[in-house]
């Protein structure tokens, strides 16, 4: 039987307190995600460059499947240029 004292839900620290998570230190995990799942599939040409090449072109003919790849795509690397900004901007 659980004691009623004591509470089950964790906490996180604010970002301010040492151990915590802040988006500055995100860049070594956001770089991974952007050089294999924001480059995949690598051959003949990174995904995301022919999708900015599309975009950049007018997008026709782009689908709503062609947009959420995108996205998925290009989330890593927002993700990594966010957690530089963070960086430089918190030295």
């Known amino acids: 039987m659980a004691n009623p004292n004591s509470s089950s839900v964790t906490t996180t620290p604010p970002a ?41 072109g007018g997008a026709v003919g782009m689908g709503a499947s062609d947009w959420f790849d995108l996205v998925m795509h290009g989330s890593p690397w927002v993700l990594l240029v966010a957690a530089v900004v963070a960086k430089v901007r918190s030295k």
Do not use: M, N, Q
């Open 16 to 56: 301010d307190e040492p151990g915590s998570k802040g988006l500055a230190d995100l860049v070594g995990p956001a770089l991974v995600a952007s050089l294999t799942l924001g480059l995949a599939p690598f051959a003949p040409e990174p995904h995301i460059v022919g999708k900015l090449r599309w975009v950049l």
